[in-house]
């Protein structure tokens, strides 16, 4: 007797042992739907602050204010490929390019320009 109904219970309507096509998209419709959620709110946004981060390290120019990624703030000096010199209170600092976090908005004049 139970071997009739687990019989019964297992089969499937259409008659084959594969699950149907609609079947298998409700079973991985979860998982595509958490990764597209996942792309707008996690990846997309990261991918977009990096763009507009490597864009600010390329636009650097010598005089603009800046603060890195540990907190100085400073004024730059000099600048090339890969180094920055920051000027920071009564020091400098000589800093990778990669370490500026931010560029400041107000623009500190150079000492030369207020000379003049």
């Keep these: ?13 259409a008659g084959g042992d594969a699950p149907g096509g609609t079947d298998m998209l409700m079973q991985f ?3 595509i739907l958490m ?11 990261q991918q977009k602050r990096a763009k507009a981060h490597k864009q600010m390290l390329s636009e650097l ?8 990624s540990s907190g100085i703030i400073g004024r730059i000096l000099e600048i ?3 180094q920055v010199l920051l000027e920071s209170a ?6 990778s390019r990669a370490a500026i976090g931010g560029l400041l908005q107000t623009r500190v004049p150079d000492q030369q320009d207020g000379k003049k």
Excluded at 1 to 13: T, V
């Design 35 to 45: 990764f597209v959620i996942f792309w707008f709110l996690l990846i997309r946004p």
């Design 1 to 13: 007797m139970f071997e009739s109904i687990a019989f019964a219970m297992g089969a499937n309507p």
């Design 61 to 68: 120019k010598r005089g603009d204010s800046v603060v890195t």
């Design 80 to 82: 090339d490929d890969e």
């Design 29 to 31: 419709l979860p998982l």
């Design 90 to 95: 009564d020091s400098k600092l000589r800093v």
